[in-house]
C-alpha cells in the first residue's frame, strides 16, 4: 500500500500570475549549506533543458552526479514538496523512479536533491524517429509502466470526490486568470474557456474509479536506454485521481489509430471509455499550470 496524499491537501495555496514565470539559470540562487554538505566539493554545474515549473541543475562533484530542482515562491514548493514525497514513496514500487536525497526550504526558495539518472529523454527520440514500428514499441513501454503505476495500491478515494477536486482546482485557475488562453486552441479556433469550464460542470463523469495518477504522463518525462525507460520523472502533479487523466495528457502525442491501438492493448485493457477520455482532455488546461 503506497501512501499518498490527493493533491489538494497538499496544494493549499494557489498560484499567482506573476509566479508563473520560469526561473532561469541566470537568477540568482545561493545554494543552502544543507545542499553543499550533502554534494561535497562542486567540480561543475550545467542547466538541461528547463522545465516550466523549476529551475533544474546538474551537479557533479567528489561525490558524484546529482540533480538538484530549485522552485520559487509556496505554490511551486509545495507542487516541489509533493514530488519529493511521491518520489519517496514509490521507492520499493515496481515503477522506476529516481532514488531522493533531501529535500530543504530557505526563505522563498525550496531544494530537491535526487540521483541524476541515466538516461536519454524520451521526447528526443520520439518525436524525431521515422520508424513507425519503433513509435509503436516506445508507445507500448509507456503504457506498460502506466499500467503498473494505475494499480498500485492506495487508501480509498471516492470518485466522485476525485471529480470536484478536479473541478475546484479547474475553477480557480481560470478565476486567477492562471490558465494559458492557448491551450484552449483546438484545431487554429480558440475555444471560450469559460464554456468550457461550464461543460466540465454539467457534464461531470461520475462512473470510475480513482487509481494513483502521474499528473503529466507525457514523453519529456521518462529517460530512455537500451531499449527500455530507465526513469519516469517531474512527480510534482502526482494525485489520486481519474487514470485517464494521464492517458488523455499522452493521447495528445498520437499520430494515428494504429498508436491508439498499440497502447490501448499494451495497457491492457480491450476498449476505452470515450466519455471519460473527452472529459479528462478539457480537464487538462485548467489543471497543468
Avoid at 493533491?7 to 520560469?22: D, L
Avoid at 509507456?142 to 492506495?154: D, Q, W
Avoid at 495528445?252 to 476498449?271: C, L, Q, T, V
Amino acid at each position: 500500500m503506497i501512501n499518498i496524499k490527493p493533491r489538494i491537501e497538499n496544494i493549499t495555496e494557489f498560484i499567482k500570475v506573476e509566479e508563473i514565470k520560469n526561473m532561469k539559470p541566470e537568477d540568482k540562487v545561493d545554494l543552502p549549506e544543507e545542499i553543499l554538505n550533502k554534494v561535497g566539493d562542486i567540480k561543475n554545474v550545467s542547466y538541461p533543458q528547463q522545465g516550466m515549473c523549476s529551475l533544474v541543475m546538474i551537479i557533479e562533484s567528489e561525490l558524484g552526479k546529482f540533480l538538484l530542482k530549485i522552485a520559487k515562491g509556496e505554490y511551486r514548493g509545495k507542487e516541489l514538496y509533493a514530488e519529493y514525497l511521491a518520489m519517496k514513496s514509490l521507492k520499493n514500487a515496481d515503477v522506476p523512479v529516481p532514488k531522493v536525497y533531501d529535500f530543504f526550504q530557505k526563505e522563498e526558495f525550496y531544494y530537491l536533491l535526487r540521483e541524476c539518472s541515466n538516461g536519454t529523454p524520451l521526447n528526443k527520440l520520439f518525436f524525431t524517429t521515422e520508424d513507425k514500428e519503433e513509435r509503436l514499441y516506445m508507445i507500448r513501454e509507456m503504457a506498460k509502466e502506466l499500467t503498473k503505476i494505475h494499480n498500485i495500491k492506495i487508501n480509498h478515494y471516492p470518485y466522485d470526490k476525485v471529480i470536484n477536486d478536479q473541478l475546484y482546482f479547474a475553477e480557480t485557475h481560470f478565476n486567477n486568470k492562471t490558465i494559458d488562453i492557448y491551450d484552449f486552441e483546438v484545431d487554429g479556433e480558440m475555444i471560450d474557456p469559460k464554456t468550457e469550464l461550464e461543460w466540465l460542470k454539467e457534464n461531470k463523469s461520475l462512473n470510475g474509479q480513482a487509481t494513483l495518477i502521474h499528473g503529466d504522463y507525457r514523453p519529456k518525462n521518462f529517460l530512455w536506454y537500451d531499449g527500455k525507460i530507465t526513469s519516469i520523472l517531474d512527480w510534482a502533479f502526482c494525485d489520486i485521481g481519474d487514470p485517464y487523466y494521464d492517458i488523455a495528457i499522452l493521447f495528445y502525442y498520437f499520430k494515428d489509430e494504429d498508436e491508439k491501438r498499440a497502447f490501448i492493448e499494451a495497457y491492457g485493457i480491450e476498449e476505452l471509455d470515450q466519455e471519460r477520455l473527452e472529459y479528462q482532455t478539457r480537464m487538462i488546461p485548467f489543471i497543468n499550470i
